[in-house]
Each structure stands twice: as structure tokens, then as C-alpha cells.
């Protein structure tokens, strides 16, 4: 049996209950949990002990966020979450600081990580649609795909050693959702990637 942790990131607003975020975290839990994996859940929503995060992280052999993508990144709660969980964390219990020695200052940023051996993948969603990544004659993207846009969030994983699994992503789910679809997509990456 392996061990997913399952990080809910989205942070409430009016226009943005939440409700696709949290339905594919349950979607995810069931799918997971039907293949034998032992899931424990965070939800930005709640309140976090830091210790206890850092615990469930060495627990995990895989972590799955499961974000909206807010201003071409990851919600406030969520970078809350990281400044302090995995800040606390840079003593051992996700890296041992950044790698880099007194020997060697300038070499091996980022190579610090005690989390080796174990994944992430990043399930996100998002207002664009998907036709504005990967295309170089679309103004905002200019080409960039959806991991290139979260090349931040693959750095912090990197950061602690891990690997990545591939990413999923809905997209255009405020003016144009697709839900049924995403749905069906997302069930056939989970039984794909786990």
C-alpha cells in the first residue's frame, strides 16, 4: 500500500466556492483508495499544525495538489501553507537547507532534499482555456505550456527531492466548463499515472 497526501489549495471567494476543486479531491480519494492506496487530506480551509504537516509529507510517497491557478499562480492560503510548513521543514524534514556547502558555496542549490524517492503530481485549475497554452501566436502564454507557467511550484517539489508525475489540469471552468469531461479526463490520469 502507498500513502497519498492530498493537498486541497483553493481559498474561498465569492465567485469561487470551490466546489470543482474539492469534487476532484474526493474523485481522487475514491479512485485511490479503490487501488489500495491510504489517503490523509489538507485543506487550506483548515487549521494547519506545522509539525504535523511535516509529518504527513514524510508519510506520503505522494503528495497531490489539487489547485486553482489564481493570478498565474497558487492561492494565498496555499503560500501561507509553504512559508510556514516548508520553511519549518528546511531542518531535515523535507531538505537539509539548500544543498550547497562551505566547501562548495556556489555549487548544488537545491540539491538538499530528504524526500527522495518520493512524487508529486499537480492537479490544478483554471479561468484560461487550454487553447492559450502551447500556442505561440496566443498573447498571454506566448507558447508556454501549463508546466511551464508552474515551473515555481515543480522548483519547490524539486526542492525536497522529488519527482514529478504528470499534471492535470481543467480548464475555462468559469465560463466554459467542461465538468462531465474533466471528470472522465481526470479518472483515466489518476488510473494512468497511480
Known sequence: ??????INAHQYYPFSEGRLNSSLVD???????????????????DEVDVQQQLELHQWADIILLQSPINW???????????DEVYTAGMGGALC???GRSADEPKKGYGTGGTLKGKKYM????????????????EYLFQGKSVDDLLFPMHANFRFFGMEALP???AFDVMKNAD?????KRFEAHIKNTF
Not at 1 to 6: A, F, G, H, R, Y
Not at 179 to 183: H, L, M, P, R, S
Open 167 to 169: 499534471t492535470f489540469a
Open 27 to 45: 474523485q481522487a480519494t475514491s479512485l485511490l483508495t479503490q487501488k489500495g492506496y491510504d489517503t490523509c487530506h489538507v485543506n487550506m480551509l
Open 96 to 98: 537539509n537547507g539548500d
Open 72 to 82: 498565474m499562480g497558487v492561492p494565498w492560503s496555499f503560500k501561507k501553507y509553504m
Open 179 to 183: 465538468v462531465e469531461n474533466d471528470f
Open 122 to 137: 499537480m492537479s490544478v485549475t483554471f479561468n484560461a482555456p487550454e487553447e492559450s497554452f502551447n500556442d505561440d501566436s
Open 1 to 6: 500500500m502507498k500513502n497519498v497526501l492530498i
